[in-house]
């Protein structure tokens, strides 16, 4: 499968977070991660969770509910 972006959520001026679907480990997903861009690094971090598409609907759920 190929990796695709779904969009990205400015969180402060070097950090983003983005929201891809893609495969780990053979099984498909939602993957929310962040983004940053400095001096030092580039790239995606280790902050963030991946959603296995088994998992989706359950989370989904749980987003639906969320009224801020």
Same mark, same amino acid.
């Given at each position: 499968m190929e990796e695709k972006e779904i969009g990205r959520i400015k969180k402060t001026e070097? !950090?983003?977070v983005v929201i891809?679907?893609?495969?780990?480990?053979g099984e498909v997903g939602v993957d929310i991660r962040e983004f940053?861009? !400095?001096a030092k690094y580039t790239g995606l971090t280790?902050?963030?969770t991946r959603i296995p598409k088994s998992k989706w609907p359950d989370f989904k759920k749980?987003?639906?509910i969320v009224e801020i």
């Open positions: 070097s !950090t983003s891809r679907i893609n495969e780990f480990q940053v861009e !400095t280790k902050k963030g749980l987003i639906d």
